[in-house]
C-alpha cells in the first residue's frame, strides 16, 4: 500500500550508509534494498514513517518523523473504524497534528 506521493519525511543520506543492512532488516515496508555494497530507497512512498530504520541506524544515515504524516492518519482512521485522521484537536498549538 502506498501513501500519498512527495509528503513522506523520510531521509537518506547514502554518503553516512555503511551498507550494515539494519533498515533492510527492520523496515516493514520493504522501503530499501542493497544496492553495490550499500543501501538505496525502493520507493518512499511505501514508508509509513513508524521510525524503526531510524531508530536502528547505527551510523544515522535516515531521519524520519516517527508518528506523523500519511501513515499516521490511515492508521488513526483504521483503528477508529473512520476516515484518516491525524487526530488534530482544532487548537493550533496542538504537536499531533500534521498540518
Do not use: H, I
Not at 492518519?73 to 473512520?82: D, P, S, T
Request: proline share 4%.
Amino acid at each position: 500500500m502506498k501513501y500519498l506521493e512527495d509528503v513522506v519525511t523520510l531521509r537518506y543520506q547514502a554518503e553516512a550508509c555503511t551498507g550494515c543492512g539494519r533498515c533492510l532488516e527492520v523496515c516493514p515496508r520493504g522501503v530499501f534494498v542493497r544496492s553495490n555494497g550499500k543501501v538505496a530507497l525502493t520507493d518512499p512512498a511505501l514508508c509509513m514513517e513508524c521510525g524503526a530504520c531510524m531508530s536502528n541506524c547505527p551510523e544515522g544515515a535516515l531521519t524520519v518523523r516517527a508518528g506523523v504524516g500519511c501513515a499516521a492518519a490511515v492508521l488513526n482512521g483504521l483503528l477508529r473504524g473512520g476516515e484518516p485522521s491525524c487526530d488534530c484537536s482544532g487548537d493550533s498549538g496542538s504537536s499531533n497534528c500534521c498540518g
